[in-house]
């Protein structure tokens, strides 16, 4: 008998809307799907919730995840406690404690192919930092939880694929990083990820460059001439459909145009704004380089709307989606 695939989805922060947006975004995806879901958290809050915004499926308290492969009908829990009492928008240790304690057995479960797929829900950065966690995030987590010695973040909404050279430092120090090595790295995350996970078999990479006008010849920065040209040659040679560096002001239009199939940006707003602009509701986050399929949606904890039952689901509903998709080549 073929095997349903099964997605895992964390909680989040519990504190915040990550367990709203993770049951509406299941209750218009779920009933139609062919893939089975598994909740991970703490099944009395995950009840709660489910009450607090009348979801129709029944919630199946499990002590194995794989069991949610055959539940017949409604959404499997795999209980993994909570926090005594939850003040909604609330930043506190315990909060944070929780939400990593679920990332890490959704990533224990997908290393092991329990799931097929890890969905994560936000977690909170100042939460997660009191209680002891020294990752700036869920990419960096999962990335050393999995043993991954290169990571990268896609963005993926409206008519982008953005990958981005850095993620959560400052400005200055994002133009510190854009060096020969690290750029070739994630040049060639998004190469494979392209034709191995989206089945593009030679991919159209665009680099946008690091300065206005991408350096013009080298009058306004020689980031584009030191560093970004040669990597580019580089894939060239290798028979890669890599073009650049170009001018950020306009390469967006022209992806948005249908010209290439994946951007790889130079620092996080230069990505993120392009990205927003264009599915603020609807983007998802795709971490390339785990040995498994992991997305998010776009946005956090939303602490000022948390528990009043006002969150808006489409960019859950869109990562889920697109686990679907990537994991759809193995079954």
């Known amino acids: 008998m073929r095997r349903s695939p099964l997605i895992a989805v964390t909680l989040g922060d519990p504190a915040g809307i990550g367990g709203e947006v993770a049951l509406k975004a299941l209750a218009a995806i779920a009933p139609r799907s062919k893939s089975k879901f598994v909740l991970l958290g703490d099944y009395r809050h995950w009840v709660s919730l489910s009450q607090k915004i009348r979801f129709r499926l029944p919630l199946v308290w499990v002590n194995d995840a794989e069991l949610g492969r055959e539940v017949p009908r409604g959404v499997s829990v795999l209980d993994l406690g909570g926090v005594k009492k939850i003040q909604w928008g609330r930043i506190a240790a315990a909060n944070g404690a ?3 304690r679920y990332v890490c057995e959704g990533a224990r479960l997908a290393l092991s192919g329990d799931v097929d797929a890890l969905v994560t ?6 939460a997660i930092h009191k209680a002891g966690c020294p990752f700036p995030g869920h990419t960096e987590l999962l990335a050393t939880l999995s ?6 973040m896609m963005m993926v909404g409206g008519p982008f694929k953005i ?4 993620i959560h430092v400052s ?3 994002s133009v510190s990083l854009v060096k020969p090595a690290l750029v070739w790295e994630k040049l060639q995350l998004t190469h494979k990820t392209l034709q191995t996970w989206f089945g ?6 665009a680099v946008a460059g690091v300065n206005p006008h991408a350096g013009e010849n080298g009058a306004f920065g020689t980031e584009e001439i030191r560093v970004l040209k040669p990597v580019v040659q580089r894939a060239q040679k290798a028979g890669w459909q890599v073009t650049g560096p170009h001018p950020p002001d306009t390469l967006y239009y022209w992806a948005a145009q249908g010209k290439y199939d994946a951007i790889l940006c130079m620092y996080h707003d230069q990505g993120l704004i392009p990205l927003k602009l264009a599915a603020f509701d609807s983007g998802v986050n795709l971490t390339l380089g785990l040995p498994f399929v992991r997305t998010s949606p776009d946005h956090g904890t939303a602490f000022d709307i948390a528990g009043k039952g006002k969150a808006n689901p489409q ?8 686990a679907e998709e990537l994991i759809r080549r193995k079954f």
């Not at 829900?121 to 100042?126: I, Q, R, S, V, Y």
């Not at 043993?147 to 990268?152: H, L, M, N, R, Y």
């Not at 990958?163 to 850095?166: A, C, E, P, R």
């Open 147 to 152: 043993g991954a010695e290169s990571f990268a």
């Open 163 to 166: 990958v981005l050279q850095s």
């Open 200 to 205: 593009v078999e030679n991919p159209r990479i």
């Open 98 to 100: 929780a939400a990593v």
């Open 171 to 173: 400005l200055r120090e």
């Open 315 to 322: 960019s859950m509903m869109a990562a889920i989606r697109l």
């Open 121 to 126: 829900a936000p977690l909170h950065k100042e």
